[in-house]
């Protein structure tokens, strides 16, 4: 079983509504992710956090807004999304080694389903 | 030219074979090398994780970087149809992004 619970698994939303994924990790990890992935292609990254601080945006409309309260949860607050945002939201979360996060031990969740209509 | 390159496959293999999956680079900066296995509709799981060069044995698994190369490879012997799966490489400098190559498709029949 993934150490990373992401919650919902699947999420069908219109394009008016505003809906959140939600992100939670017990392994002590400082460092948590938001990447997106649509069908045969990598995961994309969107959002890293260090130590529960905004590190890295790569360049990601507003319509998605990351948050992340406290070290253990992530969530991915969404906002007036189009049909294209259809995809698998990942989170993943792993331990900051010399100062960078990206020493790419990563542990991702299941992932979120996510349906724009 | 990508800063990772992976042929997207399918491989199609017969159970027991020794699979070979590899992975080029262009960037020698990358010191972290690592194997994910994506089953449909999961998120990717992490295999292997190397340090700089060398070869790093788990079971089946058998993961080799090739620094001077700029070229990985993950090894799987006495290959399983529940081995069938995306693997898809990546690797970092440590201090920036990690990047995935495009991901293999593997079937291993029985």
């Known amino acids: 079983d993934t150490e990373v619970t992401q919650t919902p698994k699947h999420l069908v939303m219109g394009m008016t509504n505003k809906k959140s994924l939600k992100c939670e990790q017990h392994?002590?990890?400082?460092?948590m992710y938001w990447y997106k992935q649509k069908a045969k292609k990598p995961p994309e990254l969107m959002f890293v956090?260090?130590?529960?601080?905004?590190?890295i945006n790569e360049s990601v409309p507003s319509r998605f807004s990351p948050e992340c309260p406290n070290s253990s949860l992530l969530n991915l607050h969404l906002h007036a999304l189009q049909p294209e945002d259809s995809a698998l939201y990942l989170c993943?979360?792993?331990?900051?080694?010399?100062?960078?996060?990206?020493?790419?031990?990563?542990?991702f969740g299941e992932g979120s389903r996510l349906t724009v209509l | 030219q990508k800063e990772v390159e992976q042929d997207p496959g399918p491989l199609s293999v017969p159970e027991g074979a020794i699979v070979s999956l590899n992975c080029t680079y262009s960037?020698?900066?990358?010191?972290?090398f690592m194997w994910y296995r994506q089953y449909s509709r999961k998120g990717p799981e992490l295999l292997m994780y190397?340090?700089?060069?060398g070869n790093k044995e788990d079971g089946r698994f058998t993961a080799q970087v090739d620094k001077s190369s700029k070229y990985i490879s993950l090894f799987i012997r006495d290959s399983q149809p529940s081995d069938s799966a995306t693997y898809l490489c990546?690797?970092?400098?440590?201090?920036?992004?990690?990047?995935f190559g495009t991901g293999t498709r593997l079937l291993v029949s029985p």
């Open positions: 993943a979360s792993s331990l900051i080694i010399a100062g960078g996060p990206a020493t790419g031990e990563l542990f």
């Open positions: 392994m002590g990890h400082r460092a």
């Open positions: 956090y260090s130590y529960e601080k905004l590190s």
């Open positions: 960037n020698s900066a990358f010191q972290y």
């Open positions: 190397t340090y700089s060069s």
């Open positions: 990546a690797m970092s400098t440590g201090f920036q992004k990690l990047v």
